[in-house]
């Protein structure tokens, strides 16, 4: 009786049942506000939860809240969203720059820098400063979850949740059980994303999940028709967009996501399974030891200099 009046009491709120012990999830602790813990953010505030976004610094923590603020003044621009409606998400996120805020987490998702070391320390951190029931969850898109596990002293509260960038945009969350995740966290978690107005997929915690590994074998064979010349790379993208309706040609989407991030993929994948399917391809090797990244440094598969997507002619590819 008294549990359901307090059910009915905070409706925004998702409950896990951890052991015998109910308990609400109403506020989520990001830890990195960068391209996916502010994207992440954004869309656990528009949720209904209490968000803490955490930093380093307080100008990287202000950057995330930025991008945030500028994605939703844009849905106020289209009319989905009223000007109010922003207000109060925005009003949701707190920010911070110091781990111990966590204590305040009913869960923490986690999104900083793709390096085992950081991550590392900061689980370590993290599981002096949380109580015991709360749930770690990684957005790691190549380091072992079981690995991460190992660093906590909760490894059946740990677990992988692998978003899709831009998060308020992408549907899949890949939620990824490591060998010692419990079936609790597993249902808590995909319960989780399904209030985040995320569809799930449950993958085994294997080196580059499942849509990446997917993606690498489409891509290296991406790879083999422009170094055989079968078409040209603008002519490659357009086939994948209006032959395979793809929203993006591949190149395309490795310029908007890092050529160094998808060169990382392909060498996680290639490690974990030997196989030379996955050996990175040379030319994305290239475009990396070149400098030329992608949209963040202004070219990549094509030239962003003038602002506008353009085919380059300086490369020998
Ligand atoms: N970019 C993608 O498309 C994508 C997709 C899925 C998963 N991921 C994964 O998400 C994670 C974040 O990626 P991103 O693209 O947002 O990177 P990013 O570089 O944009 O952001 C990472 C943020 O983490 C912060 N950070 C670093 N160390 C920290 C610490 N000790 N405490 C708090 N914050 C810290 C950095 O200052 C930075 O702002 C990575 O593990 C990445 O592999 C990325």
Redesign the pocket.
Known sequence: MIFAHFLKNIPENIFLILGDSPMAIKTIMV???????AGISQVAAQAGFNVII???KDE?VD??LNAIAKNLEGQVKKEKLTAADKDAFLARITKSVA?DDAKRADFVIE????NFT?KK??FEKLDDICPANVIFA?????IPISSLAAIVKRPDKFIGM????PVPIMKLVEVIPGLKTSAETIKATEELAASLKKETVRVKDVPGFLVNRINAAFRAEVFNCLLEGVATLEDIDKAVKLGLNHPMGPFELNDA??ID?GLNVFRTLYEGYKDPKFRPPLLMEKMVQAGDLGKKTGKGWYDYISGEKKPRKDLNL
Not at 111 to 114: R, S
Not at 162 to 165: E, Q
């Open positions: 830890i990195g506000a960068g391209l996916m813990g955490n930093d380093l990287l950057k995330g781990l999104a900083a820098f793709e950081v320390s900061i990684s957005n790691t898109s190549s692998h978003f899709f960038s996501v890092g991030i």
